[in-house]
């Protein structure tokens, strides 16, 4: 039978005739091993698993068997909000067709760094979509693991330790213009930061690994933010805040409210330089409001922007 034929002659050419069209065709062929292009080894690096493009995959896709798929798309690639089906085409500017390309191109990128990420769905090799992706090397380690085949267990190799996350330089910039006339408005608006909260393990009870919300500059001199708790719901995780769309920087979680939903954060005021940030100001002695009242909403829309 065929099936015999072909594995009795792995790694070897095969003459095939055949007729198409009313002709008789002959060809020679080689037989390629299945277990080359069936994934025996994957990465495991800030809470994702990839691997190289295994041949099931592959056919099931009709797709070449090249590049390295993001088996387990957590963490740092958990990408375009999918849940699977991405393939990693390049990190940080470098070519990944294979998992040790990648393991070369991630290796000396220094932890917490941001970095670009293209890459495309298996459902669609044509429409490369990009991210910017933060390098995780200090919840999880970088390692490979091998299969092997006599023991039958998973061989596990670091891929050594990061380097240093970058010092961060102070920036200042400017916020955009709004077009609004009541001049609170434009002051509450500098007040309003972008919070972005990533954990890397499930803890009570929250249910997403990412999360992100805007908060309110209480205390200028001193860094300090007001942010809702279902957006930081505790400490364990990094925290990054974003301010006139531009600067991203470190905080710090100094409070978690148990009862009244709210959580106080903290971010190194010299890191945002003479950015012209305000804080939100309190009248306890003006008058309360009342059922009927006009009021005006300020806020970051759906896109967190004002």
């Not at 769309?245 to 409070?255: A, H, N, Q, R, T």
């Amino acid at each position: 039978p065929l099936e015999s034929i072909l594995d009795d002659s792995v790694g070897k050419k095969i003459r095939l005739d055949i007729e198409r069209g009313g002709k008789d065709m002959t060809f020679e062929v080689e037989v390629q091993d299945l277990h080359s292009i069936t994934p025996d080894r994957f990465i495991q690096i800030g809470s994702s698993t990839l691997n190289n493009l295994s041949y099931q995959l592959a056919r099931q896709f009709s797709v070449p068997v090249k590049g390295v798929y993001v088996a387990d798309p957590r963490g740092m690639f958990r990408l375009g909000g999918g849940d699977c089906g991405w393939i990693i085409h390049s990190i940080d500017r470098q070519l990944t067709p294979d998992i040790y390309s990648f393991i070369n191109a991630v290796k000396d990128i220094p932890d917490r760094e941001r970095v670009p990420v293209v890459y495309y769905s298996i459902w669609d090799l044509h429409t490369k979509s990009m991210a910017i992706t933060t390098i995780d090397r200090h919840w999880m380690r970088f390692r490979l693991a091998e299969r092997d085949d006599v023991s039958g267990y998973w061989q596990f190799k670091d891929l050594g330790d990061a380097k240093r996350p970058s010092s961060i330089e102070p920036k200042t910039v400017s916020f955009p213009e709004i077009l609004e006339q009541n001049k609170a408005v434009q002051r509450i608006i500098r007040s309003l930061v972008k919070v972005s909260f990533y954990t890397p393990f499930p803890l009570d009870g929250f249910p997403k690994s990412k999360k992100y919300g805007s908060g309110v500059i209480v205390d200028k001199e001193r860094g300090l933010v007001v942010v809702s708790s279902s957006i930081v719901p505790f400490d364990l995780g990094d925290l990054t805040l974003t301010f006139a769309d531009s600067i991203i920087i470190p905080g710090k979680v100094l409070f978690v409210h148990p009862h009244h939903c709210f959580t106080i954060v903290r971010y190194e005021p010299a890191l945002i330089g003479e950015t012209a940030v305000t804080e939100v100001e309190y009248d306890d002695e003006g008058p309360r409001l009342k059922q009927g009242d006009d009021i005006e909403l300020v806020a970051l829309n759906h896109n967190l922007r004002p």
